[in-house]
Each structure stands twice: as structure tokens, then as C-alpha cells.
């Protein structure tokens, strides 16, 4: 069953407020055919804004400049939510980052529950790094510091 919003849910704009799997949809700017990203730098700002950093002129970033619309796909303990909104780049280049990173903002359009009609998930999707759980949490560190600060 689809249950649908205006802004996210308490509940989710907590979840978002450290590094998650986070499935990006964009249209791609060349072939015009949605196409899929999984990231972690997602931050919710409030119920209305969440902000997403990926690599300056990567592919995610080019296609939000080429067509603002962008669904975010995020899966937590109970339920499986698209973020659905039109985004703009607020900082072509994060400042106090290792890493050459961009950052959009996201203004929420529509929020909903996705989840199969009687199921829920029992947990979010595990991952791990495949460098250093050290440099991983400084530049988690980082990088959310500086799209929270832009």
C-alpha cells in the first residue's frame, strides 16, 4: 500500500541525518533514460530540503544540472520510502573535503511509502567499506559538516 506526503516524516529526517544507502534516480543528461546511483552522503536539512553530495562532474551532479528531477530511494527498519523532488547544485565544490565533491539540494516534492502491500523490511541494508573504517569515518565526518555548512 502507497501512503504519500507532502514533507518527510519526523522519523525520516532523523534517518537521514548520518551516512545511509541512498539509491539516486536522475535522467541521464546524454541518453534521456533514468538511471540509478547508490550513495551515503545524503543529509535531511528538515522535512522539506535533503541535500546530496557526489563527485564534482560526475554523473549524478551532471544530470541534475541537465534535469532537476531526482527520486531518492532510501530503506529503513519497517518500510522501503521514495523522496521524489526537484534539485539544484547550491556548491560546486564542498570546502574542507579530501575529495572533489559537489553538493545539490533537493526540495521536496513528495514522500512515499513504497513498501509492498504486507511487508516491511527488518532492517536497512547492510554495507561496509573497502578502505580504512578510519579515514571512512573522517571523511563521513567532512563531508557532512560541509553540506550542512553550504
Request: proline share 3%.
Amino acid at each position: 500500500m502507497v501512503t504519500a506526503a507532502a514533507t518527510l516524516s519526523a522519523e525520516l529526517e532523523r534517518f537521514l541525518q548520518v551516512p545511509r544507502l541512498v539509491l539516486v534516480t536522475t535522467i541521464d543528461a546524454g541518453s534521456a533514460w533514468p538511471t540509478n546511483n547508490l550513495i551515503t552522503w545524503v543529509v535531511a536539512m528538515d522535512g522539506e530540503r535533503v541535500r546530496l553530495a557526489t563527485e564534482t562532474g560526475g554523473r549524478v551532479m551532471t544530470n541534475i544540472q541537465a534535469d532537476d528531477r531526482v527520486l531518492l530511494t532510501v530503506m529503513t527498519k519497517g518500510a522501503c520510502h521514495t523522496i521524489e523532488g526537484n534539485a539544484r547544485l547550491i556548491a560546486g565544490e564542498l570546502e574542507g573535503v579530501s575529495l572533489k565533491l559537489s553538493c545539490a539540494e533537493l526540495r521536496v516534492r513528495v514522500v512515499r511509502d513504497v513498501t509492498f502491500w504486507g511487508g516491511r523490511l527488518t532492517g536497512e541494508p547492510p554495507y561496509e567499506v573497502t578502505y580504512d573504517p578510519t579515514l571512512n569515518e573522517m571523511l563521513d565526518t567532512s563531508v557532512f559538516a560541509a553540506m550542512r555548512a553550504v
